[in-house]
């Protein structure tokens, strides 16, 4: 017999393992710039690296290219072209307390959807013509509900600060190999160097892992908050089984912004741990569950 929950232990529970996955991620940053550092003899590294960090969430937030670039293929919506569209998305935006975001219908056979903006007020909201095609307006709404709740949660801010995180650790995991090359020639046998040059790459191993784990986590929070705005937690779960049937790769997707998609959009050719999506068999087991 399934385990029944309510919406509110999901959601607690995915926001609690959120903070917990960001707060491992920002120590072993610190942690590996402070062994770098110590290694190679470079004492502001640590405060250095956390500046690059921060300029990084920076750059990425206000870049709009990515935003441009998934919306390419899209067309801007108003009330007329799409009645009920239109009536869920400001229903369910009054519901969660943001403001109405703007609505584009994507020209793609594969049934997904996504959410962007820096902040609520923003953000738009854009679903394929084949998600339009294949849902009933149960599923439909359970799907909008939970694009809404992305916006409402801040996922893209949250998403990029350990993306933000996994790239300095990078550029700080590529500074340590090049001082290696340069120190090796100078003072062979150090021990500290070779473990700072292992503990680079397991860290950029875990970091990343961390990154598709906190993008897991979103979406099963934008689940359950987006079962919550309904009421009809079987609604979703339905909308989930159909995409599986219909499930392709999006010809538009971005492989960088695969995260913000509502399913994978490439689903092939990955597997759970470097996924940006649980898999949609669990995710119908705890909407079903709620």
Known sequence: MRKRVNFFDEIGKNKRNSVIILIIGVLLYIALAFIVGYAFNLPNICSTFLAIAILLYAFWLYNSGAESAMLQNAIKIEKKDNPFLWNTVEGLALAAGIPMPEIYIIKEEAPNA????????????AFTEGLLKILNREELEGVVAHE?????NYDVKT????????GAAA??????????SYR????????IILVAIILSVVVNIVLTMLKYALSREREYLADANGAKLTRYPLGLAKALEKIKKHQKTMKSALKTAAHLYFVNPFPFDIGDLFSTHPPINKRIERLKSM
Not at 159 to 166: C, G, Q, S, Y
Not at 184 to 191: F, I, L, M, P, T
């Open 148 to 152: 809404i709740s992305h916006i409402a």
């Open 114 to 125: 996504f959410a962007i903006g820096k902040d609520p007020a923003r953000a738009k909201v």
């Open 184 to 191: 090796r020639r100078r003072s062979d046998g150090e021990a």
């Open 171 to 180: 550029i700080l995991g590529d500074v340590a190999l090049r001082s290696f």
């Open 159 to 166: 998403n990029l600060t350990m993306i933000a995180i996994v």
